[in-house]
Structure formats: structure tokens, C-alpha cells
């Protein structure tokens, strides 16, 4: 790591010209079948751009009861978005999709809370490390998809959860509008994280990243990992 510092060809990273942070961003979006993607200091702050940009204050998000977003992350779900949250009893961290249609408020009582966003964790951190199955994701995002939900991914040991099913990324990448990518757990880089999404839903995020101060110049010279030399597992 410290040499890849040494190494790092850098640039202003607000400006989008640090060269190091670009493979970086474009190298985890394009594994996973998105379009791009965006460096943010903590997985806190990915995760909670990530419930900015899919809800208005007033909004409510679903996602289980133990879930990083709603416990760990300094009440910002309800503080920086101002949403509510439909807290779900799970299975270690893993619920169903008929779990998330009964808690979807209906549209048209106005009295209600809108519903906008679902957030599934993988691994699950309250769950001991609990590994969904991606058949139920697939049946929770057509569930989204038909109620007009986002969903997002805290994603924060998704390569742990890849490493045990031994499952491509971009079979994950293509259920979710967005998913928060930890560097600093189980891929072991002592800084950041990486949010993907569409290249629309990226162009937003960095709005909320600048607004939230985690906007950084020479970036590319924080520790990292070597991604061309782990990444490979996934390249066949
Ligand atoms: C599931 C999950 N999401 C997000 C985070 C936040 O990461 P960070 O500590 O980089 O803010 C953590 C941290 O432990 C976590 O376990």
C-alpha cells in the first residue's frame, strides 16, 4: 500500500482529474455491472448519500431492524434525509419480500409516510456476518421495481458474502440501483469506500458528497488497494 502511495499519479479530485481515483471508481463499478461509481471517506457517508439521493425528508425507508443505516450511522438516515424508517424483524439480518410488500405504505394515504427506499445489508453486521441468498433479492427488487422503491445495497463486506457463495458481482450489481462498497474491512485498506449506481445517480451523489464535505483534491494518495492483483478472482 505504501508504495502504491508513492506510485499514485494524483490530480483534483472534486475537478473528477484524479487519475488514480478514476480506475479505482471505474474498476468496482464495472465489475459489478454499473455504470459508475464515486469515493467517499467512510462507508457511513456512501451509505448515507446513498439514502439522499433516493428519498425526500418525510420519506420512510425499509431495512431491517439492525441495519448499520439506521443504528451505527449517527442517526443521519433521520437527521440528513429527515426520512422515518419501517424497521423490519429478520433472520439475522436477511427478511423476504413479502415482509417488504406488507410494509409498504399505500400510495394514496396521503396520512402515511411514502415509502421510497429499501435497504438490504450484505454481510449482515448485526447478523454476525449472515450471507443473503440472492434468490430472495431477485424477488425483493421485483417487488421495488413494481411499487417504484429504490434499493439499496450497504455493501460494506459484499466481497466477504462473494467469497463464500463463490457468485460473480455482477449478479449482484443487476438487482440494486445502488450499492456501498467497503475498502477498509475485509479487502483490508485502512480508508474508504466506493458507492455505484447509475452514471445519473453517481452525478447526484457527488452533489451530496461536496454538500456533506466528504468532496477530496489529491485523494489518489490515500492508501489503497492493488485492485489489479485481487481483483482477478472475478476476471475468469
Ligand atoms: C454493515 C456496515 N455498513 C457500513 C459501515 C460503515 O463503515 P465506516 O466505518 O467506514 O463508516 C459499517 C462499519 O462497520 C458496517 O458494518
Redesign the pocket.
Known amino acids: 500500500m505504501r508504495e502504491a502511495m508513492l506510485r499514485a499519479e494524483l490530480g483534483d479530485d472534486v475537478f473528477g482529474e484524479d487519475p488514480t481515483v478514476i480506475a479505482l471508481e471505474r474498476r468496482l463499478s464495472t465489475l459489478f455491472g454499473k455504470e459508475a461509481g464515486m469515493f467517499c471517506p ?4 456512501a ?1 448515507q448519500i446513498a439514502v439522499n439521493i433516493h428519498t425526500r425528508p418525510g420519506d420512510e425507508v425499509i431495512c431491517d431492524e439492525g441495519a ?1 443505516i439506521y443504528r ?1 450511522e449517527g442517526g443521519g438516515t433521520m437527521a440528513t434525509s429527515g426520512c422515518s424508517v419501517k424497521l423490519l424483524e429478520t433472520d439475522r439480518g436477511r427478511f423476504t419480500a413479502e415482509q417488504v410488500e406488507a410494509s409498504i405504505n399505500a400510495r394514496e394515504a396521503q396520512w402515511l409516510a411514502n415509502t421510497s427506499l429499501v435497504n438490504i ?1 450484505n454481510t449482515c ?1 448485526r447478523g454476525g456476518g449472515a450471507v443473503w441468498d440472492l434468490k430472495e433479492v431477485d424477488r425483493i427488487a421485483t417487488v421495488c421495481r413494481k411499487h417504484g422503491l429504490a434499493l439499496h445495497m ?1 455493501g ?2 459484499i466481497f466477504n458474502a462473494l467469497a463464500t457463495t463463490g457468485e460473480h458481482p455482477e449478479s449482484w450489481g443487476e438487482w440494486f440501483d445502488t450499492i456501498s462498497i ?1 475498502l ?2 475485509g479487502l483490508g485498506a485502512p480508508v474508504g ?1 466506493v458507492l455505484i449506481g447509475t452514471a445519473d445517480m453517481i452525478a447526484r451523489a457527488r452533489r451530496v458528497r461536496k454538500r456533506l464535505g466528504g468532496g477530496m483534491r489529491q485523494r489518489g494518495i490515500l492508501p489503497q488497494l492493488d485492485f489489479t492483483r485481487w481483483i482477478t478472482t472475478w476476471n475468469g
Open positions: 467512510s462507508g457511513t457517508m451509505n448499520h451505527y445489508e453486521n450497504d460494506a463486506r467497503c477498509s474491512k469506500s
